[in-house]
């Protein structure tokens, strides 16, 4: 079954930090884009790291500093560590990779994020 399981969000204060999961499963093939989002109401859903598979990084301007975004092949997993959270930070966040051999996108079900102030 092709999917994306993410984990690790939840409630935190202002200050803390938190260390989201995406676990890819290992049907989807040559991926060559990593990354997440956010969404919060009334609002767009909005990219907030992405990772291709030459290397390249980028970070939304809110985030620059404190998000870092990783990916483990053998473990087919994407990580996103969030330090120095803000209640702006709150939001459900999704992970998406797409796959050029299936020419699409996969996106998870989405995880909870809340930061207390």
């Known amino acids: 079954q092709e999917q994306l399981v993410e984990s690790g969000g939840g409630l935190v204060q202002a200050g803390g930090s938190l260390r989201l999961s995406c676990v890819v499963s290992g049907s989807i093939s040559s991926i060559v884009h990593r990354g997440w989002y956010r969404q919060t109401p009334g609002k767009e859903r909005e990219t907030v790291a992405a990772l291709t598979s030459v290397g390249t990084i980028n970070y939304a301007d809110s985030v620059k500093g404190r998000f870092t975004i990783s990916n483990d092949n053998a473990k087919n997993t994407i990580y996103l560590q969030m330090n120095s959270l803000k209640p702006e930070d709150t939001g459900i966040y999704y992970c998406?990779?797409?796959?050029?051999?299936?020419?699409?996108?996969?996106w998870g079900q989405g995880t909870q994020v809340t930061v207390s102030s």
């Open positions: 998406r990779v797409y796959s050029s051999t299936r020419g699409r996108d996969y």
